[in-house]
């Protein structure tokens, strides 16, 4: 049994417990009005554990608009120097970007998502990269609410079984699909804003073929 | 000093830095409103602001799609100026105080850029080429002919004036931004080449992008084949100047009566309607009849020369225009069908021609592009999905996946341009794009037997589809073949006709017991009647299975295949004939219907048929149900509903 005092809590810093606070009450939750953060990362690879996060780009959706003002931008300091890290080191340098420590940059996000609907293309991959950043902060995981553009897309698809259920779309298919322009495609912010273009696209169709609400949207699989 | 960066900001500032009143701004003013912008997407046909709604805090620039904006005319709402890609509109807030005094609606699904006014402010205060932009055009949506203190005047000077509905001549031209030029040094006869390849009668001679002369075909028959110039030598010999210049928003009357008065057919636009300034685009004496555009032939001229897709869309807004027209006067389906379709193969062909040019390399074998479903049928009247596929030659088996590479990549280009016609992608992702139905000629005779030897209901749902294939561009010989090879398959082949046969009666009903329409349970469409699965599905599937087993080859379209049947067999030609006319007459009631709704015209309201409406539909049931019970006889299939 545990013991009913957890010590742990109050050792938390202050961040966290400013960004959990959002989630102490709940809140009434429609598709049409709920904020949502679209985000994505870049990172040194895709080992969970090993790699590390570069960068992480996002946007809020509020109210149904796409609202540039929120964009949030920010480049992580790297401790060690790996072959994939050479080339975001040389945009850093060359155009003299800010960076900020792995903490530094956990602490702006949750204060920036507080208590979002986050969005992600593949949204499995960017909250792992950052749950298990929290982790090394001794930290809990992410609370929010996440969707998958990509299974929101999926949803928007016939049900045919001449296409195969199983198929994964990629960003530039939405794209495509969407003829959304795929300039800054690969930085963190560019593919955020494709994925917000994406992500509205797909759920307005939703909203107005098949009546979905928030919850259906989170059933997306 | 590091800096925070913005790319999302960026990205916005590199799109409005190219159209006024932004080119007009620096790079930190540009940065700075970007930052403030929201992005809005919408439908088709949704509401940015009504008639009398309050004021928006924010004006707004179309990222991509297009906007209507409507008033009130004679106390109807007609459409007074259409916007696209980058241009700026609702205004109002910026000037007035007073309720918006248009409505703005989108042509279709439309991403906006919000700009707001609190931040837009300072620049209109302390930019005066800014302000000045932004009045000219807040005044000609508004303050233009249309309002009412022109009608009035119109009125008290008594002049009875015949407006057409949309007042044609009162809109601004559009211009064609694409424009031919060619520089004072170059050769008549390079300049001449750069004409008939770009089929235009004038060129314009520039310098730093400035017009300083035109050429047109009567100075090359004036001057060269005279002999008194020599093709060699430079343009600016024969070239007329200086050129006659406007500004943007001239309307469509203004130019005809400058060409007319200046006796030229050619309009050039500059950014300040002087030669001493950027070329903005031209616009000719074929684009005002192009505009105007209710003729035929004058459509097919233009799709047959157009140069981009943007041109083929606004030629196609046309066609609907022109289908419509016939629509409403009743003209014979037949007729309307023929005219329609060979517009739209046009248009497809033109496309697929471009795209064809803007491939790095010929294509490496003979090719066909097939059209697919209704399109194949030449049942396609109004914006449906696009159903494609491509058949290519044999080749040896090194090379066929290189071949496949490369046809696909033309495919992609052309099913995109499509799309920004207005050809949705099929959601079953039958195109040309997709490998599956991008195949060499024996994949296609494999695929065909595969799909006839062992058929399940989705290769009964591929037959439907891809039985009706018609070629719109590229080798006969190939399609041909093809043809042949399902003729050769399916004759005789009772097992595969009797499955299409049972699956051509599987469709739901269109009439209940008590012969009320069916209509839809649940879902976007609840209380609708489904015209294409309840009548338009079954009719085309009886002709498809009837046209097989007797071996109507060629023809796709559902009412000549019921016409050659009831040649063939006189003793049902009552019966035939019924469907052909039913085909039809469902054919025609849902362009009308989609035409009224901006739709596909596949759901319809039961409450907005009238009595000799449902009349009409019951007979083209009967038909339907009467061909259904000789196909259960013919194809033994007692035991089916």
Redesign the interface.
Known sequence: MKWPFNKKEKAYPEYWKRYNSHFLEPKETDINTSTYVVLDTETTGFNYEKDRMLSIGAVKIINGYIDISTAFEFYIKQDYFNESTVEIHGLIKNERLETVSEEEAVILFLDYIKDSVLVAHHAFFDITMINTALKRLELPELKNKVLDTMFIYKATRLKSNLIDPNKKYTLDELAENYDIDLSDRHTASGDALITAIAFIKSMQFLIKTKAYTLKDLLNCK | ?????????D??A?FIKNFPPFDLLDKDQLLDI????????L?KENIIYNINDPLHDQFYMIY?GAVKLKKYINEKLETIDQFDEGDVFGLRPLFAKENYAITSVTEE?T?LY?IPIDMFHPFIDNNKDVRQYLIESFASNTENPFSNEFQKKLLKDDVKLDFSKDMFEMQPVRLIKNVITAKQTSSIKDAAKLMSENNVGSIIIEDKDCPIGIITDKDLRLHVATGNFSINDDVSKIMNHPVMCYKKNITIAQAQITMMKHKINQIVVTKDGTPNSKISGVFSEHDIIVMKGTNPSVLMKAIKRSNSTKELKRIREKIMMLLEGYIQQNIPLTHINNIIFELNDATIKRVIERCVEKMDQAPPVKFAWMSLGSQGRKEQLLHTDQDNAIVFENTDDDHIEEVRTYFLALA?KVN?RL??IGFE?C????MAKNPKYCLSIDEWENQFSAWTRETG??EL??CSIFFDFDITYGDIALITQLTEHVTEITKGNLIFQSKLGASSLRNPSPLGFFRQFLVEQD??HKDHFDLKKRAIMPVTDAGRLLAIHYQIISINNTAERFEKLAEIMPEDEELFLSCAYASKALLKFRTKHGLRHHNSGRFIALAELSKEEKMKLKRCFKAISKVQELIKLKFNLKNFI
């Open positions: 000093m590091n800096m925070m960066k913005n790319t999302i900001a990205r916005v590199d970007s930052k403030e912008v929201k992005i809005k997407y439908d991509k699904e991403i919000c992609k995109k799309k920004t992608y959601p079953g992702e039958m209901d989705d749902l591929l879902g976007e």
